[in-house]
T-cell receptor
Framework: AQSVAQPEDQVNVAEGNPLTVKCTYS??????LFWYVQYPNRGLQFLLK??????LVKGSYGFEAEFNKSQTSFHLKKPSALVSDSALYFC?????????????FGTGTRLQVFP | DADVTQTPRNRITKTGKRIMLECSQT?????MYWYRQDPGLGLRLIYY???????NKGEISDGYSVSRQAQAKFSLSLESAIPNQTALYFC????????????FGPGTRLTVT
């Protein structure tokens, strides 16, 4: 069965420090992996994706994520956090074995960046 | 995202009422989706449509129905609203030909009293 886990409900980090938001996945075939961000009273915005190729993926707003097949992880990272990065972050996976274009979303991690 | 619009943005309704949420997109995408978001549960897929004649149930379709009136329009109906359908509802679109990501509307906050 396809699933995505975001083990942390909330991540707190000081401005200027590096941040990591964790995501692990379970699929039957090869995965397409995504990160989305949701600001208050807004819809989800696409940040980045892994389809194939380099394991380190760079996205919007200085975010990047590393695909690790052996650990089935796709953690979101940023070298230096900003207060404006505070938001709700969702990891999502598409299982290519089923080829349905459906995304399975994690439960979300709230990132709080303190000045 | 201005390319995907949802109406209404907020709605309060009473138990047993029928309500329709509307979604329109100008991205030219064939694929459209309806999700609901609940705190601690993330987003769950209600229905999805790969084109006007192709509509499929998602993981939580009970109590909901949809209509794909045109490529650009995808409506979600609650036939007889109940309080546990109180949630934030999102419409999304995608085009696998140009990328796998989905583009989301701003959401509709629905409260059923």
């Amino acid at each position: 069965a396809q699933s995505v886990a975001q083990p942390e409900d909330q991540v707190n980090v000081a401005e200027g420090n590096p941040l990591t938001v964790k995501c692990t996945y379970s699929v039957s075939g090869n995965p397409y992996l995504f990160w989305y961000v949701q600001y208050p009273n807004r819809g989800l915005q696409f940040l980045l994706k892994y389809i194939t190729g380099d394991n380190l993926v760079k996205g919007s707003y200085g975010f990047e994520a590393e695909f690790n097949k052996s650990q089935t992880s796709f953690h979101l990272k940023k070298p230096s956090a900003l207060v404006s990065d505070s938001a709700l972050y969702f990891c999502a996976v598409r299982d290519l074995l089923y080829n349905t274009d459906k995304l399975i979303f994690g439960t979300g991690t709230r990132l709080q960046v303190f000045p | 995202d201005a390319d995907v619009t949802q109406t209404p943005r907020n709605r309060i309704t009473k138990t047993g009422k029928r309500i329709m949420l509307e979604c329109s997109q100008t991205k030219g995408h064939d694929r459209m989706y309806w999700y609901r978001q609940d705190p601690g549960l993330g987003l769950r897929l209600i229905y999805y449509s790969f084109d006007v004649k192709d509509i499929n149930k998602g993981e939580i379709s009970d109590g909901y129905s949809v209509s794909r009136q045109a490529q650009a329009k995808f409506s979600l109906s609650l036939e007889s609203a109940i309080p546990n359908q109180t949630a934030l509802y999102f419409c999304a679109t995608s085009d696998p030909g140009t990328g796998e990501e989905q583009y989301f509307g701003p959401g509709t906050r629905l409260t059923v009293t």
